[in-house]
T-cell receptor
Framework: ETGVTQTPRHLVMGMTNKKSLKCEQHLGHNAMYWYKQSAKKPLELMFV???????ENNSVPSRFSPECPNSSHLFLHLHTLQPEDSALYLC????????????FGPGTRLLVL | GQNIDQPTEMTATEGAIVQINCTYQTSGFNGLFWYQQHAGEAPTFLSY????GLEEKGRFSSFLSRSKGYSYLLLKELQMKDSASYLC????????????FGRGTSLIVHP
């Protein structure tokens, strides 16, 4: 399988649940990103990992917790989310941090009830 | 800070030409990207401009004027499948190479 994959594609969770989003890239890239995409708003950068080290954290609430166990995998752990966190969560990767084109996964559509 | 402006929505007819504009005000400049995003799908890379001028790639072309803080994406011979959101993203300066995205322009192509 090639490109960037994300699971699950759709997720419905209550505010007290704990869930994780998974991203995997098969492109041999060194940098991975989490973005949030809400209706009528620009893509919002959440986290950047370069060579498995978190290099940027854009003032994201602590109820979102990223994890990058290796350069091919990226997780976003979710707990005690709010309804306003409902959005499309996109994972992307690039050869290096921001210097190259980003390749996006299909996203996880999250609904928080 | 970074500010990127694009029209929210545009409509065009199949077979026609459409130009989607993007203006930006950023701290420094290290390139501008255009992405296409179909509903429910991932954004896909269309073009990258870092120098002034026109870059042509098949039916799609992208233009950049750094002095004016302006870019456009030109789509020729429109097809129904071109109905999508088109995202402009600018990479600023200051050592951070992460692009900042605009809100996107939703293009609707009519028969």
């Amino acid at each position: 399988e090639t490109g960037v994959t994300q699971t699950p594609r759709h997720l419905v969770m209550g505010m007290t649940n704990k869930k994780s989003l998974k991203c995997e890239q098969h492109l041999g890239h060194n940098a991975m990103y989490w973005y949030k995409q809400s209706a009528k708003k620009p893509l919002e950068l959440m986290f950047v990992y370069s060579l498995e080290e978190r290099v940027e954290n854009n003032s994201v609430p602590s109820r979102f917790s990223p994890e990058c166990p290796n350069s091919s995998h990226l997780f976003l752990h979710l707990h005690t989310l709010q309804p306003e966190d409902s959005a499309l969560y996109l994972c992307a990767s690039s050869q290096d941090r921001g210097r190259e084109t980003q390749y996006f996964g299909p996203g996880t559509r999250l609904l928080v009830l | 800070g970074q500010n990127i402006d694009q029209p929210t929505e545009m409509t065009a007819t199949e077979g026609a030409i459409v130009q989607i504009n993007c203006t930006y005000q950023t701290s420094g400049f290290n390139g501008l990207f255009w992405y296409q995003q179909h509903a429910g799908e991932a954004p896909t890379f269309l073009s990258y401009n870092v120098l002034d001028g026109l870059e042509e790639k098949g039916r799609f072309s992208s233009f950049l004027s750094r002095s004016k803080g302006y870019s456009y994406l030109l789509l020729k011979e429109l097809q129904m499948k071109d109905s999508a959101s088109y995202l402009c993203a600018v990479r600023g300066g200051g050592g951070s190479y992460i692009p900042t995205f605009g809100r996107g322009t939703s293009l609707i192509v009519h028969p």
